[in-house]
Nanobody, 116 residues
Framework: QVHLAESGGGLVQSGESLELSCTIS????????IGWFRQAPGKQRELVAT???????NYRDSVKGRFTIHRDNAKNMVYLQMNSLKPEDTAVYYC??????????WGQGTQVTVSE
């Protein structure tokens, strides 16, 4: 049974920080590369950051230097530290395996809203 639960979102001002957390069931978590995705209103879901089970990370250009993804393999958890937030980061954030498709199971996500 797949379980995905994102948390940590909120309303912040531009320049502030948030850390998102994601609990993932073992069958999805290992040995997969996990990604944080986001979907802004009226836009398609996009990949924000990924982390392999060995800890190799990648980021989309717009968040490089501001976001940090890390995982705790013992706890089946993945985190996204987001610093210097901008209004364009406003979206619902989701975690899932890197290869997840639209038709796969997705959690509820966590809303991040960044005001000017």
């Amino acid at each position: 049974q797949v379980h995905l639960a994102e948390s940590g979102g909120g309303l912040v001002q531009s320049g502030e920080s948030l850390e998102l957390s994601c609990t993932i069931s073992g069958t999805v978590f290992n040995p997969n590369t996990i990604g944080w995705f986001r979907q802004a209103p009226g836009k398609q879901r996009e990949l924000v950051a990924t982390i392999t089970d060995g800890g190799t990370v990648n980021y989309r250009d717009s968040v490089k230097g501001r976001f940090t993804i890390h995982r705790d393999n013992a706890k089946n958890m993945v985190y996204l530290q987001m610093n210097s937030l901008k209004p364009e980061d406003t979206a619902v954030y989701y975690c899932n395996k890197y290869t997840a498709k639209q038709e796969d199971y997705w959690g509820q996500g966590t809303q991040v809203t960044v005001s000017e």
